[in-house]
């Protein structure tokens, strides 16, 4: 049976709090199995023998939105995709070294020219970006607070909900989970 990793945009956001046996709970509900938790940030790890992640995100969201009340932008992939997207080098060597973090921006769908042309003129001395499918790379050379960008202006520019996670965080879950053989 597949593995799929799913990433929750703001689960824990505006006064709202979801513990992660509850929503463990709420994937099981939807017929999941080996249902876990990686982090408390919204990654959900489960089985399901349902081939399409398009299909299981919009599945994933009406059921959260129902049972909490209020809408999770949900954002799935296969243990082969996180293998994928944790072995891809977006930036340089020359360019990662020293304190800088890369954060992996995950979205439903690629996005349009307009949106990538608009995200890479936006791009500083600070923030660079690059984009390979439905994942934008951040080079994030400062911290947050000395950056220009956030999360919602990512979205603003590009066009569409993006959850991001750090690549400790996909490498960590790259080995935990790796794809089948």
């Known amino acids: 049976m597949p593995k799929y990793i799913a990433f929750l945009r703001a689960i824990n956001v505006g006064g709202h709090t979801v513990k992660m046996d509850q929503l463990r ?5 939807l017929g999941f199995s080996k249902v876990e938790t990686f982090i408390a940030s919204g990654n959900v790890i489960f089985d399901s023998a349902a081939t399409n992640t398009a299909t299981l995100e919009k ?3 009406a059921y959260l939105q129902k049972s909490l ?4 932008a949900t954002f799935i992939r296969t243990a082969a ?3 994928n997207v944790a072995r891809y080098e977006p930036f340089a060597k020359s360019k990662t070294k020293g304190e800088h973090t890369i954060y992996i ?3 439903a769908s690629e996005p349009e020219r307009q949106s990538l042309k608009n995200l890479m003129a936006a791009a ?7 984009v390979n499918g439905r994942e934008l790379y951040w080079l994030l050379r400062t911290s947050f607070t000395e950056s220009r960008f956030s999360g919602a202006r990512l979205e603003k520019t590009l066009g569409q909900a993006t959850t991001l996670r750090n690549t ?3 490498r960590k879950l790259a080995a935990k989970y790796p794809p089948p053989k």
């Open 25 to 29: 709970a709420l994937f099981e509900e």
């Open 59 to 61: 599945k994933v969201e």
């Open 69 to 72: 009340g209020y809408a999770v």
């Open 81 to 83: 995709e996180i293998a």
């Open 105 to 107: 921006g995950f979205m």
């Open 124 to 130: 500083t001395e600070v923030d660079e970006f690059h």
């Open 168 to 170: 400790t965080t996909v």
